[in-house]
Every structure is written in structure tokens, then in C-alpha cells.
Nanobody, 121 residues
Framework: QVQLVESGGGLVQAGGSLRLSCAASGSIFSINSMGWYRQAPEKQRELVAGITSGGTTNYADSVKGRFTISRDNAENTVWLQMNSLNPEDTAVYYC???????????????WGRGTQVTVSS
């Protein structure tokens, strides 16, 4: 089993910043990709940013230039630095990881429970 612990959400005014973190623990041999998704009320969950084990990143167009994803492979942790936040960024943010629990084993997908980000205008 793999556990994900997210933190860093909260209430911030438009233009402000927040930093989300997600730490993975448990039966981990290696972590392939790590990413952040978000889901606003009555909307589908969408990818915000992802990062591979090699450090390659990708971002949703709506957050490019404002959000930065990073990870520490030794600590099995991923962060999302969010700057210039606006009310449209309000959502529950979820961490997702792809994990191998054994050498040459299959990849398993795990989701965090989510952390609320609210941006007031």
C-alpha cells in the first residue's frame, strides 16, 4: 500500500501564492510520474501539472507561467508552487503518483484525498 499526504491548501486573495506538497510513503520501489490535478465544483477533474522521474514537466495552458511543479525523488515528494492565483484556480487539488512496488513490477496509480484551494477576488 502507498499513502499520499497532501498539505498547503487554504484561502488566499487574488494575486497571492500557495505551495502545495504531497509526500508518498509505503511500499514504494520507485515512483514514475507525479502530478497535480484539480476539480472545481460541477467540473471534471483536470491535469494541472505533471513531472516525470527525470524531471520533465508539463502544464495546463491555464497555469503556464504561474505554477511550477517540482519533486524530490529521495523524499518521494512533489510540490506545486502557485503564484498569481485568481478565482478561477479555486478547486480541490489532488496529487497523483504512478508507483512500482517491486523491481520490474507493474505501475500502480494512487490518488491523494485532495486539498482545498480557494482564491477570493
Amino acid at each position: 500500500q502507498v499513502q499520499l499526504v497532501e498539505s498547503g491548501g487554504g484561502l488566499v486573495q487574488a494575486g497571492g501564492s500557495l505551495r502545495l506538497s504531497c509526500a508518498a510513503s509505503g511500499s514504494i520501489f520507485s515512483i514514475n510520474s507525479m502530478g497535480w490535478y484539480r476539480q472545481a465544483p460541477e467540473k471534471q477533474r483536470e491535469l494541472v501539472a505533471g513531472i516525470t522521474s527525470g524531471g520533465t514537466t508539463n502544464y495546463a495552458d491555464s497555469v503556464k507561467g504561474r505554477f511550477t511543479i517540482s519533486r524530490d525523488n529521495a523524499e518521494n515528494t512533489v510540490w506545486l508552487q502557485m503564484n498569481s492565483l485568481n478565482p478561477e484556480d479555486t478547486a480541490v487539488y489532488y496529487c497523483k503518483v504512478l508507483v512500482r512496488t517491486a523491481v520490474a513490477g507493474p505501475l500502480y496509480q494512487y490518488w491523494g484525498r485532495g486539498t482545498q484551494v480557494t482564491v477570493s477576488s
